[in-house]
């Protein structure tokens, strides 16, 4: 069959490495309309993010489409302001509702099943192929949709992996124009780009909950190929990218990547990657990092340390770098096959401290540490959350700072290790995770906040992002940017030179006064 028209819903992912909710836009469109088009360059592809096809009653439309290709998969819950990822029930009921388009699920629902809140049973894949849809792309989607345009259905497999990145590293300089087409295109978007794919401590099989195992062997980009793809896209009017799609950058170009659980950093290759990205992309805006392994910085702290150096030395500032620390529970630790217990991680938080902690120029610390949690892991009891605690009040007092907690409750993806493990939590333990929460929210982060953007600290280069009951807010563009708190109505995505801090509105925002 000959397709001539194209529609990619973007239903947003989440996934612990990769994030494709607005501002941010991930690889799935642009690998896979770089896909179809290295076969057809005639063919119409239509980008559309699910917010509008949701809200704009895209339906009709959509049934004029040869093709209709649905992205989803919320695999790390979050509380989002840029989107609102599409939900399990709206994909059935779509898949339902369109006739002509030949309909296509790929990503994190595809391939795991998807959740939207943690602490609730994920939909399974089976849930969407009942549904409706003719194909859920299990494999790698650019695959699929390059064999499907050059062969057709009956020869395109849903299953193919790549073993390297040589077809990527081409689709991606095709397919990056798609970006035109993003609601927040020219404004604040921001680029995920992936560097390897997996984690290296799949040798181990990894966190108990994690999908990134389940990728299997690390694989790896060179840095021709992803400094080749950024100019492609600096050229298309991206001007904000970040190094997000994978499981620890400080471990990017190492030599036992792939073959030891804990590989050793390699600085010079992470330097060269960076000098290649801003010797190309000269006048970006945003070069942002995300995950790293705190485990890798406590077991190589010289290495680590100069990797870090050499991020803050081409990034641009207000960089975090996300910890996965889950628990401090050795229990929980041993049981789950998690990172770090207290004081390693307490060593990684101190040493991007050391290097990271300077004020940048747009009014945020160069890089801090971002500390993720997760309630409900198998062996967590009441005591669990003391751990937890006790790390958070020994931050504060050795005047040690990170730029935001995240805490999420487990979501159970069919496939990872502890959907075959005990995970019920009792009555107790959902109190004492309360108290947990409680403490974060109105204890902790408030004081931490405090110090990280003291009073009368001028913030600069954010953009409006929603607005309601006389207030806005806005945030610069990077990797977990501060909430500003703005009273006044401004129009959304609007733009907003610089602002003063004024107090600690809440625990994850500032109220901030706008500068003429």
């Known amino acids: 069959m000959k397709y001539s028209k194209i529609l990619i819903i973007d239903g947003y992912n989440d996934e612990p490495g990769g994030l494709g909710v607005p501002p941010y836009i991930d690889i799935y469109p642009r690998y896979i309309a770089g896909a179809i088009w290295s076969v057809d360059k005639s063919i119409k592809i239509r980008y559309v993010a699910v917010d509008e096809f949701r809200y704009k009653q895209w339906i009709g439309k959509a049934n004029n489409y040869d093709v209709a290709i649905f992205i989803a998969g919320v695999v790390v819950p979050g509380k ?29 629902a595809a391939r795991w099943g998807m959740g939207i809140e943690g602490g609730r049973k994920a939909y399974s894949r089976a849930t969407f192929k009942k549904a409706g849809f ?14 499907l345009i050059k062969y057709g259905e009956n020869y395109a497999s849903p299953y193919g992996i790549r073993n390297d990145y040589s077809n990527v590293n081409s689709f991606v300089k095709i397919g990056s124009r798609i970006i035109r087409q993003h609601p927040n295109y020219g404004r604040n978007l921001i680029v995920e780009i992936e560097t390897y794919r997996g984690c290296s401590r799949w040798v181990s099989g990894g966190c108990s909950y994690c999908v990134e ?51 050793k950093p390699n600085p010079d290759r992470i330097e060269k990657l960076l000098y290649g990205i801003r010797a190309h992309a000269i006048n970006l805006k945003v070069l942002h990092i995300d995950n790293v392994n705190p485990g890798t910085i406590a077991r190589y702290p010289k290495e680590a340390r100069e990797a870090l150096k050499k991020i803050v030395r081409y990034h641009t500032p207000g960089d975090v770098a996300a910890f996965g620390i889950e628990s401090l529970d050795p229990k929980v ?29 747009n009014g945020m610390p160069e890089l801090l540490p971002g500390i993720n949690f997760m309630l409900g892991l198998p062996g967590e009891t009441k005591e669990t ?6 790390f958070l009040k020994e931050l504060l007092h050795r005047k040690l700072l990170v730029r935001r907690i995240n805490i999420r409750k487990l979501l159970v993806i069919e496939n990872t290790r502890v959907s075959g ?32 953007v003291p009073r009368g600290t ?29 009273r006044g109505e401004f129009p959304r995505l609007s733009y907003i030179s610089a ?9 994850r925002s500032v109220e901030g006064i706008p500068i003429e």
């Open 80 to 108: 989002y302001i840029g989107g609102k990822p599409v939900t399990g029930e709206e994909l059935k009921l779509w898949a339902k509702m369109l006739g002509r388009p030949f309909k296509v699920l790929v990503g994190p």
């Open 134 to 147: 003719d194909v859920l792309v299990t494999g790698d989607p650019e695959i699929y949709f390059h064999d």
């Open 213 to 263: 195992p389940l990728k299997g062997k690390p694989i790896e980009r060179d840095i021709k190929g992803i400094v080749e793809e950024v100019l492609s896209l600096y050229k298309h009017g991206a001007r904000a990218f970040r190094l997000g799609r994978q499981a620890d950058f400080l471990v990017y170009g190492s030599e036992g990547l792939g073959v030891e659980e804990w590989p």
């Open 333 to 361: 630790i041993k049981i789950n096959n998690l990172k770090v217990g207290l004081e390693d991680a307490l060593r990684a938080v101190e040493i991007v401290n050391e290097v990271g902690r300077k004020i940048g120029y």
């Open 385 to 390: 959350n003391a751990y937890n605690i006790n």
């Open 421 to 452: 493990m005990k995970h019920k939590i009792g009555k107790k333990e959902r109190m004492a995770s309360k108290k947990f929460i409680n403490f974060v929210r109105k204890e902790f982060e408030p004081k931490m906040l405090s110090m990280v």
């Open 458 to 486: 001028i913030i600069k280069d954010l953009w409006v992002e929603e607005c309601k009951l006389g207030f806005c807010y806005a945030r610069q563009v990077g990797s977990y940017p501060l909430i500003v708190l703005i």
């Open 499 to 507: 602002i003063k801090v004024k107090r600690v509105h809440s625990s």
